[in-house]
């Protein structure tokens, strides 16, 4: 996978994945896959729509939002998040949050957490990352071209949903070293590296 090229005076939009890159979680994702006997390198929500009994797949997917629910009360924003989101508003961009969190957990941390964007998207609305549906729905509605709108995030799955969509990627490091860090078009620290990059090339 080779990353869309970025020219961040292209860009009238700007769009955010939400846990670990606008707020902050805590999900224990390896003591979830423990008990959804999830092997590691399968996606989540894919292992617990594969049971074949109906009450099996409920229940997965009640474990899921039990946690996801309980990581939204604790949600608080990242260094940035309201001074980059007061600009991009100031300064007549686009903003969304596609998320593959359910749309109760999405609600309760944008609202916890005081964030205001145009569009928040969850898993209810459309296939969930990678897949490129809700990025490309968010184009389409605001009549933009994929080079136009910038997706940031800070996992793979981010990165790959931009790809799929033929958006430019933006990975939030937290400052740690990512294995798949060659494949966005931009990688930054934090928020406030992506603000000042914005200002500076935009």
Known sequence: MVPIPLNIKNIKAVVFDLDNTLVSSKINFQ?????LNCPVHQDILTHADSFVEAAD?????KLILDHELSDAENAVSLSGCHTLLTYLEDNHFHTGIVTRNCAEAS???VDHCNITVEEVISREQYAPKPSP?????LADLWQLQPHQVLYVGD?????????NANMP???ITHGEVKPFENLASLSV?????LLS???RYG
């Open 31 to 35: 003591g979830l896959r423990e008990q």
């Open 57 to 61: 797949r409920e229940s997965a997917h």
């Open 107 to 109: 609600k309760c941390k």
């Open 133 to 137: 549906e809700a990025l490309t729905a």
């Open 155 to 163: 996992y793979l799955y981010d990165l790959e949903a931009a790809n």
């Open 169 to 171: 990627s933006c990975l």
């Open 189 to 193: 620290n934090q928020l406030d590296d």
């Open 197 to 199: 990059y914005i200002q």
